[in-house]
């Protein structure tokens, strides 16, 4: 059962960041969290530090979208 994971981390570049996603276990939440902050600011791995891996409730969510991605029961792809 997918779980929501709170992440909290910074960057060599100075920039402070708070995300939450939706994954199975703490490291795939790690992966998405890379892929995410890597994409949308140009960054290696190398230059983003995870401080914090923290598995949350839909309660304590601040992102509609992951708050959706629960609800949803089944995904079905055609």
């Known amino acids: 059962m ?15 960041f708070r995300i939450e996603v939706v994954a199975e276990k703490p490291y795939d939440a790690i ?5 995410l ?3 949308r600011h140009k960054l290696s791995r190398m230059q983003i530090r995870i401080r914090e891996v923290v598995p949350i409730s ?21």
């Open 2 to 16: 997918p779980r929501i994971y709170k992440i909290v981390g910074d960057t060599t570049t100075g920039m402070k």
């Open 31 to 35: 992966e998405k969290a890379y892929s």
């Open 37 to 39: 902050i890597g994409s």
């Open 58 to 78: 839909p309660e304590e969510a601040r992102s509609e979208h992951v708050k959706i991605l629960m609800a949803v029961d089944k995904i079905y792809k055609y």
